[in-house]
């Protein structure tokens, strides 16, 4: 008796899985196709591109080939460049860095269009050039872009084309800017890396083996190898300032009060306290503050988003010279940095004093905890809404360690915390992170207002007016190590927490010394920091950049900071 039930469970079990095999499977194929339709696409958007920058003579482009920002917006101002031949210079720029690092969504056929139009407009004398006119700009896949698909990576959101743009792009072309581009994202967007099954595994340009970071790492991978001269980038956790980090290129993260988010899905939807926001990224801090300031000119994202506050580009706040008290540190308490990372903060922190500021020693408080309520806060759910959704898709092999994690069940996730607790006490700690409970999350989002309230007291108390700290914990990582070393966030994470500004600037590049430092003084205590410690070998020649952070509505201190920083490195 007892044999025949075990025989019909094990039969049932077996059917049950027998079916939703074939079910997958089946979904596989269609996948797979859907795929081999969008790459055919967006083959068929380079060649397009292609034709267009072939119709600019050699001489043309190379001359706006070679001019930096404020030249490229000068000549289109002044009309010694037509946009026509600025976006077709770009097209070629961009067609060239794809080659070499796969950060090409979609190219924007519309692009031609839109310069011919402004070219026409401003043939008439009394047309006055708004201020973006004609500057060719590179957006992340997942901004909003009419006419444009935003997959995030997945198959399942192909061909779903966006009806309206989104405000910021409303904005943009308002001001003339041209989108020209769409840069690659790591599929779900809650990953450093760069890789999805739809556009492939965008690559650093110094090393096709290691990424570009994420998940704007289209758009880092573009800007460094020279296709893009300014991109839009998105950041829930770090996606703009590691990025900018690992390609040395320079973003920020404004706190997201000073954007909308209309009609924006970001990775989960329903996300109301870790804090996601697009942000500039180039290759000079100058160029950042230039978009800015040219978007916070006057209140017309209010007038679009009423949940915007008001709030216009202070200048004065950065031009000030008012010198400033900046805490920094090096080692956040949870992830000890490998000392290129440390070395970078050193670096920064003697410029900053060079130029007449106090730099004081400051850690947050309990980064270990701030991390467990950003990893459950920033998943919301445990991680349920973006499971279904690459289960009913293709699951890029670079994000398997994480879909593992939201996949194991969170009763069994604490059960084997308290054994993995004895030998690797870090990942056990934050087996606690996930939840289903709503009794456990409204309390995360307590601690989370109350941590808030606590930070800003400590700065206000000791008149500390920024922060400088890393940004990450190693040099650009081998494609596979992000989704593995997701605890390396913290450094990033927590400003998102706090809805801070954050930006990254470029300091330095790791040296044989670094690496003799790295295998001397960097203990590879736990596997990992043993993954940090591998990982970072043979990186000698890599950006390393350090962050900045200032709370929320002080975005032009943030850029100050990060300008002097960048002055005291390159002179310029
Ligand atoms: C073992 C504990 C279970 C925890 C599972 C957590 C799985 C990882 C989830 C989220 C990783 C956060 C990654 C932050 C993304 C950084 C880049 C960004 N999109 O801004």
Redesign the pocket.
């Given at each position: 008796m007892i044999l025949l039930l075990l025989t019909t469970v094990l039969a049932l079990a077996a059917a049950y899985f027998y079916r939703f095999w074939s079910v997958r499977e089946k979904r596989q194929v269609e996948l797979r196709k859907i795929v081999e339709r969008k790459r055919a696409e967006r083959a068929e958007s380079v060649k397009f591109a292609k034709q267009s920058a072939e119709k600019l003579d050699v001489e043309t482009r190379n001359k706006i080939a070679s001019l930096e920002y404020s030249e490229l917006k000068e000549g289109l101002q002044s009309g010694t460049i037509s946009c026509i031949d600025a976006v077709r210079t770009y097209y070629f720029k961009a067609i060239q860095a794809n080659e070499k690092t796969n950060s090409v969504c979609m190219f924007v056929k519309e692009a031609e269009q839109w310069a011919m139009e402004w070219d026409e407009k401003a043939k008439d004398p009394e047309f006055k050039k708004p201020p973006m006119f004609g500057l060719p700009m590179s957006l992340k896949e997942c901004v909003p872009l009419q006419g444009y698909d935003q997959t995030r990576g997945f198959v399942q959101d192909t061909f779903h084309p966006t009806e309206t743009d989104a405000v910021l792009v409303q904005q943009l072309k308002k001001l003339g800017a041209i989108p020209y581009v769409q840069t690659n994202v790591p599929q779900s967007?809650?990953?450093?890396n760069c890789s999805n099954p739809v556009f492939g595994t965008t690559n650093h340009p110094m090393d096709k083996s290691r990424t570009s970071g994420?998940?704007s790492g289209g758009e880092s991978a573009l800007i460094s190898a020279d296709g893009s001269i300014l991109g839009i980038g998105g950041?829930?956790?770090?996606?703009i300032r590691?990025p900018c980090a690992y390609t040395g290129t320079t973003g920020i993260k404004p706190s997201h009060l000073r954007f909308s988010h209309r009609g924006v899905c970001g990775?989960v939807p329903g996300r109301p306290l870790i804090n996601?926001n697009d942000g500039p990224m180039s290759t000079r801090v100058e160029t950042n503050v230039d978009f800015l300031r040219t978007v916070w000119a006057d209140t017309w994202i209010t007038e679009q988003d009423p949940y915007v506050p008001p709030v216009t580009w202070n200048e004065e706040a950065y031009k000030s010279d008012k010198k400033l008290k900046i805490g920094y540190y090096t080692d956040d308490g949870w992830f000890t940095p490998t000392p290129v990372c440390q070395r970078a903060v050193m670096e920064a922190k003697q410029i900053l004093e060079d130029a007449g500021h106090t730099l004081i020693p400051f850690r947050p408080p309990r980064v270990p905890e701030v991390l467990i309520m950003f990893?459950r806060a920033?998943?919301v759910d445990a991680?349920k809404f973006l499971s279904n959704k690459l289960m009913n898709d293709i699951i890029d092999p670079l994000l398997y360690t994480?879909v593992v994690?939201?996949m194991v069940p969170v009763r069994v996730?604490r059960f084997l915390a308290s054994f993995i607790r004895v030998f690797f006490p870090r990942?056990g700690n934050?087996?606690n992170?996930?939840t289903l409970s709503t009794v456990e999350l409204r309390n995360t989002y307590a601690d989370i207002e109350a941590y808030r309230s606590e930070m800003a007291a400590l700065m206000i108390d000791q008149k500390i007016d920024a922060l400088l700290c890393p940004v990450t914990v190693t040099p650009a990582l081998p494609h596979v190590a992000p989704s593995k070393l997701?605890a390396g966030?913290s450094y990033?994470?927590i400003f998102?927490l706090l809805d801070y500004a954050a930006g990254s600037v470029n300091v330095t590049h790791v040296t044989k010394q670094d690496e003799l430092d790295l295998e001397s003084d960097y203990e590879a205590s736990d596997p990992w920091y043993a993954l940090a410690k591998n990982s970072s070998r043979g990186t000698i020649g890599f950006p390393i950049g350090v962050q900045v952070a200032t709370p929320p509505y002080r975005e032009e201190t943030c850029l100050r900071i990060m300008r002097e920083i960048e002055f005291g490195v390159t002179g310029k």
């Open positions: 967007l809650l990953s450093y994420g998940s950041d829930v956790g770090g996606s590691i990775s996601s990893l920033v998943c991680g994480q994690l939201w996730q990942l934050l087996m992170a996930m997701f966030t990033t994470g998102n």
